[in-house]
C-alpha cells in the first residue's frame, strides 16, 4: 500500500502535544518517536484494527521499550493523534510573487490531500478514529487545520491590500468560497472527481468574483 508523503517534523511529532505528559530528563529521539510511528502504521497495514493495537505491542514491533513509548504519549489516542500529523505533507512554499499562485499552490495543497484520503486506506482508518474523538480532532484542528487557514487567510489580505481582491468583505468569508467548492468535491460527494487543473479553476472563477468593482463615475 503507498502511504501518502509525510514531513519530516510531522514525524518527530514536532511542535506542542498538550494530551502527552510533561517530558523531563534526556531529549527524546526522533529517531525513535518515528520508529514508534512507523511500527503502528506497519501494523494497521498488515490489518491490525486500531481497536486492537496495544502500546505494548507497539513498542514490541518498533523494537523499544514500553517505557519508551509511555515517556513520550500517556496513551493510544495521544499516540494516534501524532500517528495522523505524520501522514500529512507539509504545506507548499508560498513565495509571495503572485496571489493568483498562492492561491493555486495551497487548494492544489487540498485537492492531493483529498486524493490521498480516497486513495489510503491507512489514512481513512487513523483519520476516522481522531474524528471519533472530540478532543483529539480539536487538537488536530488547532495544530494542523489552523496553520492552513492561517496560511490561506495571509495570501487574501495581502491580495487586499495590494488592491487585487475586494476589501468590503472579510477576509475568512472569502476564503470559504476559495475552499468550499473543493472541500464539497473532497468530503461531501466523494464520487466527484478531483482532476488536475482543479485548483486553478476554482481560483480563477472565485478571483473573478471577488476583484475589486471599478467605482462609478459620480453623475
Not at 510531522?10 to 518515528?34: H, I, K, N
Amino acid at each position: 500500500m503507498n502511504r501518502p508523503a509525510r514531513g519530516a517534523e510531522a514525524v518527530a511529532g514536532a511542535g506542542p502535544d498538550p494530551v502527552a505528559p510533561e517530558r523531563r530528563g534526556r531529549p527524546r529521539s526522533a529517531a525513535a518517536d518515528s520508529a514508534i510511528i512507523e511500527a503502528v502504521l506497519r501494523l494497521i497495514e498488515n490489518g491490525a484494527s486500531i481497536g486492537e493495537l496495544s502500546m505494548e505491542g507497539i513498542a514490541r514491533e518498533a523494537g523499544v521499550g514500553k517505557a519508551t513509548v509511555y515517556r513520550r504519549w500517556s496513551g493510544k489516542d495521544a499516540l494516534m493523534l501524532d500517528v495522523m500529523r505524520s501522514l500529512d505533507a507539509p504545506l507548499p512554499p508560498l513565495d509571495g510573487a503572485s496571489v493568483r499562485d498562492d492561491l493555486v499552490s495551497l487548494l492544489e495543497f487540498l485537492r492531493r490531500r483529498g486524493l490521498a484520503k480516497r486513495d489510503s486506506a491507512l489514512l481513512r482508518t487513523v483519520v476516522s478514529h481522531v474524528h471519533a474523538h472530540p478532543e483529539l480532532w480539536d487538537e488536530y484542528h488547532r495544530t494542523v487545520v489552523r496553520a492552513r487557514n492561517e496560511a490561506l487567510l495571509a495570501v487574501l489580505r495581502r491580495g487586499m491590500a495590494n488592491g487585487e481582491i475586494r476589501t468590503d468583505r472579510p477576509a475568512d468569508a472569502l476564503a470559504d468560497l476559495f475552499v468550499g467548492p473543493l472541500l464539497a468535491r473532497a468530503v461531501l460527494h466523494q464520487w466527484k472527481d478531483l482532476p488536475e487543473g482543479l485548483a486553478e479553476d476554482i481560483v480563477d472563477t472565485v478571483l473573478d468574483g471577488v476583484r475589486p468593482r471599478p467605482q462609478a463615475a459620480a453623475g
